[in-house]
C-alpha cells in the first residue's frame, strides 16, 4: 500500500476536541455540586434555593438546545460551537461574582443558554467526520469523557478551592497587578473564574483549526474522505431544513420515544450531578472534603461503561441483521440495572455498599449510552444537528426541575423516598426502547437539504 493509499488520520484529532470538549461540559456544569456549602453559607439561601440554581442551568440548556442544534445545521458547527463555548465560558466566570441568590441564578441560567447545543453540533461533526461503522464507539468514547468530566469534576474543583483559598497562593500573587486582587476573594469564586478560562483555551484552538466538512480540510487525503463519506448521502455543508419536515420530526415516534427516554433517564442520572455529594454529608456521615474521591467513582465508572457499551454495540450491529436488537438491548437492560440499584440503596448499611449500588446505577445507566446517541444521529440524518437538540432539550426537563423536586422530596419525606423516584424513572425510561426504530431517518428520504451556504 503506497503512503498516497493509506488514510490520513485527521478524523481522530476531530474526535480529539470533541473529547476535551465533552469533559470541560461537564466539569463546568457538575462543579457546582462540590461548591454548593460554601455557596449556601457565602450568599446565605437555602438548600431548596441552591436546587433552583442548579436546575437553572438545565433548563434553560435544555429550552435552547434545538434553536442552537438548528443553528449549526444552517451555518455549520464550527462556528456555532465556537460561539457556544465562548458564551458558556464567559458565564461559568461570572458565577464566581454572584453576590445573591438571584445574580447566581441568573448567571446560572446563561450558563445554560450559552452551553445549549454544544452536543447537537458534536452530534453533527460526528455524521460529518466519523464513519458509519464507527459512530456507537466514537459516541460512547464522548460520553465516557463527558462523565469523567463530571466526575474529575467534584475533586479537582475541590483541589481548586483549597489551592486558591491556601496562603501559597494569596502569597505568590501580592503584589502582582490586577491578579493581587483574587487574594481577598473566597476560594470558589476564584476557581470559577479559572474553570471559564479553560473554555477560552479550547476555543482558540479549535476555530482556526476545524473545517465542517472533511473534503474542506486541506490535510485530508482523498482515501481518508472515502473513509469517512462511504455509506454517507451527498452533503451540503450548510442548509436549512425544509418547513413541511418540522412536523415529521416533532411527531416522529421513534424520537419522541428517545425523548421521554432521556427525559426520565436524565431525571435519574441528575442525582450525581446535583444531591450526590450531599447524599454522603448527611445519610452516610462523611464531609465534602472526605467523599470528593468517592463521589467520583460513580461518575468515572459510567464515563467506562460508556466506552464499553458503545463498542460492543458496534460489534453487534456489524455482526447481525437485526439493527434494533443490537441497539436496544444495551440501554433496555442498563435502565432495569439502573432502576433496581437505586432502589436497593435505602437498605444499605454502610458507605462502601452505597458507593457500590451507585457505581452500579451509574455504570448501568450509561452503558446504553453509545447505542442511544448514535441512533439520533442516524434517525436524524441530513438534521442530526436539530434531532439532537429535539432529544435533548425533552431530556434535560429532567435535570432542569430534580434538583428542587428532590430536594423537596428529600426534605419532606426523607431520603428513601427520592431513591425510590429515581428508580421508576428508570424503568420508565427502559420502557421507551420498545417505539424506536433505529433503521429509518425521521424524513424517510422524501426530501433533501435546502443550501442555504456553498
Known sequence: MTQESRPTHVRHWVMFYL???????????????????????DLDITSTQMGWIMG????????????????????????????????WSVFTALSGTAVGFFSLFAYRFLFGIGEAGAFPN??????????IASRSRAGGLLWMLARWGGAFSIPFFGIMMRFFGSDAFRDSIEGIPVLSMLGGLAAWRVSFLAAGALGLVWCVAFYPWFRDHPSEKSSVNAAELEL???????????????????????????????GVL?????????????????????????????????????????????LVGGTLCNIWVARTENKWLAR??????????????????PYVT?????IVLLCLAESAHDFGQGANWSTIIDIGGQYAGVSAGMINTIGNMGNAFQPAIGAMIIQSYGWNAVFIVYSCAF??????????????????????PSSSEH
Open 56 to 87: 437553572a442551568f438545565w433548563f434553560a440548556y435544555a429550552v435552547f438546545e434545538l434553536p442552537m442544534g438548528r443553528m449549526g445545521d444552517r451555518f455549520g458547527a464550527r462556528v456555532t460551537l465556537t460561539r457556544i463555548v465562548l458564551a
Open 262 to 306: 432521556y427525559l426520565c433517564g436524565s431525571f435519574g442520572w441528575s442525582f450525581f450531578a446535583s444531591w450526590m455529594p450531599k447524599y454522603f454529608k448527611d445519610v452516610q456521615k462523611m464531609a465534602y472534603e472526605e467523599s470528593e474521591w468517592i463521589a467520583a467513582l460513580p461518575l468515572f465508572c459510567g464515563g467506562i461503561a460508556c
Open 122 to 131: 458534536m452530534a453533527r461533526i460526528q455524521s460529518r467526520w466519523v464513519p
Open 328 to 345: 436496544a438491548a444495551f440501554p433496555m437492560c442498563g435502565y432495569l440495572v439502573a432502576a433496581a440499584s437505586m432502589f436497593c440503596i
Open 19 to 41: 473529547g476535551v470538549l465533552a469533559f470541560l461540559t461537564y466539569f463546568d456544569r457538575i462543579c457546582i455540586s462540590r461548591a454548593q456549602a460554601a455557596i449556601i453559607e
Open 427 to 448: 424503568l420508565i425510561a427502559s420502557s421507551m426502547w420498545l417505539f424506536v426504530d433505529p433503521t429509518k431517518t425521521f424524513y424517510a428520504d422524501d426530501a433533501q
Open 228 to 258: 469517512i463519506t462511504r455509506g454517507s448521502p451527498p452533503e451540503v455543508r450548510g442548509h436549512e431544513m425544509p418547513g413541511h419536515l418540522w412536523r415529521k420530526l416533532l411527531l416522529n415516534r421513534s424520537l419522541l420515544a428517545l
Open 350 to 354: 454502610s458507605p462502601t455498599q452505597a
